[in-house]
């Protein structure tokens, strides 16, 4: 009975929010005597006009077409809409309540797990982030050795299927622990730690190798119909990735597994991309050499050894950058941390304060990711053609005081409202009862 009860208090804390989907664009929208923030060509003080979710034309002045709504900014900003390049978001809602998690499935091996079809639309957590200018996600599973598929979605959508803007966009692997670990609170031998270890990547060898089978064995059916065997969804989910048209994210952040991870990858031939890379200033010329990027998570994590600088973890994306590796920067990608994509904008601004070029810095978070994660044709800038999701602010969203205005996705004009500004307005009122806020 007391579980019934609490699934019910947690089911009325994480309803849906009261904030409906937006129509699709209807007419020409006109932005007008604003700073348009390109990020591929540059800060043009003028307009930008978008019609039927796409933008039409950047430039200085810009005659509004017929029917068209102009909006005059009075020279307020307008960006891309950021990018999470790596994300649990619309997967889990309460991490310590079982009930709203949706982002991994039992066992170790799940290539065929799609992230897509378990995507919330409603929930909570994806006004409060898309306030903060995060209006797309690469939303990805995250459990196992083989998590699944990710998908790349945009933040408004009445279901998945309209969410999603490109499933899939790779295979995510957690790859395993190349040390050998004496603390936590279940300690276990080094003997089995090395067994496990060897256990993992021999099974990730054999993944490819068993993909690679079965592609050729799918190709020889096509030639002759006659020979058809049932498909294996697991193997059938592995053809684009063994044959190198979409990457591999592994997930790893120590030097031993980054160094690992690419020569699993040249061994076998595949497009892989590092994610987390808390290591990856350590192995530059490796990553370079190969042509791996990197997907960088949490600049404001705290350093990995005792003999690393502070500021380690702050500066590596300059470090990255001067030496010439292609990445992007990310909030937490754990499942778990789905609520710290609204700081993405905050990771992106604390590398910019410890050497980050602050042009870089916000590319980082927009255009760079768009290129890492094969979207840059719809998304990332502000050029003809390209998608009209972004957003207008008052300022610098490298700047924490920035305030987001106003947000489009796809031309849609979307609601501003979230959780935080209701509950700010609640209490703002309770305290102008009492008196102690004043008019």
Not at 8 to 26: D, G, M, R, V, Y
Not at 59 to 80: F, R, S
């Amino acid at each position: 009975m007391k579980r019934i009860i609490l699934i019910l208090l947690f089911s009325t804390l994480i309803s849906a929010n009261e904030q409906i989907p937006a129509p699709p664009q209807k007419q020409p929208i006109l932005l007008k005597n604003g700073l348009i923030h390109t990020v591929s060509n540059g800060l043009i003080n003028g307009a930008i006009l978008f019609e039927k979710g796409k933008i039409t034309r950047v430039a200085k002045n810009i005659a509004p077409p017929e029917g068209a709504q102009v909006i005059d900014l009075e020279g307020k900003h307008v960006y891309p809409g950021l990018i999470a390049a790596v994300s649990g978001i619309g997967l889990i809602e309460i991490s310590a309540v079982a009930v709203t998690n949706d982002h991994s499935e039992r066992g170790t091996f799940n290539p065929n797990v799609r992230a897509n079809v378990a995507y919330n639309p409603d929930s909570e957590i994806i006004p409060t982030t898309r306030s903060n200018g995060v209006l797309i996600a690469n939303v990805a599973p995250g459990s196992g050795l083989v998590s699944g598929q990710s998908s790349i979605m945009m933040m408004d959508g009445w279901t998945w299927e309209n969410a999603t803007i490109v499933h899939p966009s790779g295979l995510h692997v957690n790859w395993p622990n190349m040390g050998i670990r004496t603390r936590g609170r279940f300690p276990m031998s080094s003997k089995r730690q090395i067994e496990q270890r060897k256990k993992s990547l021999k099974s990730l060898d054999d993944m490819i190798l068993s993909g690679r089978a079965y592609a050729r064995l799918r190709k020889t059916q096509s030639l002759k119909a006659e020979e058809y065997h049932d498909e294996d969804l697991r193997l059938e989910s592995l053809i684009p990735y063994v044959q190198k048209k979409l990457p591999i994210y592994i997930h790893a952040n120590e030097v031993r597994q980054i160094e690992a991870a690419v020569h699993w990858a040249n061994r076998h031939d595949l497009k892989i991309i590092i994610v987390g890379g808390k290591d990856a200033w350590r192995t530059t010329d490796l990553l370079i050499t190969n042509k791996v990027p990197v997907i960088y998570e949490n600049v404001t994590n705290l350093p990995s050894r005792r003999y690393e600088d502070y500021d380690q973890a702050y500066k590596a994306p300059a470090l990255l950058h001067s030496a010439g590796v292609q990445f992007c920067i990310a909030s937490s990608g754990s499942a778990g941390a789905a609520y710290k994509v609204r700081n993405l904008p905050n990771q992106a601004a604390m590398a910019a304060a410890y050497g980050l070029p602050r042009d870089v810095a916000l590319r980082s978070i927009t255009l760079s990711v768009a290129e890492v994660i094969g979207i840059d044709d719809k998304v990332g800038s502000l050029e003809s053609g390209k998608d009209a999701t972004l957003f207008i602010s008052n300022g610098d969203p490298l700047e924490i005081r920035t305030n987001v205005l106003q947000v489009y996705i796809q031309g849609r004009k979307i609601d501003m409202n979230d959780r935080h500004k209701t509950l700010y307005n609640k209490y703002q009122e309770k305290y102008r009862q009492l008196g102690i806020l004043q008019e």
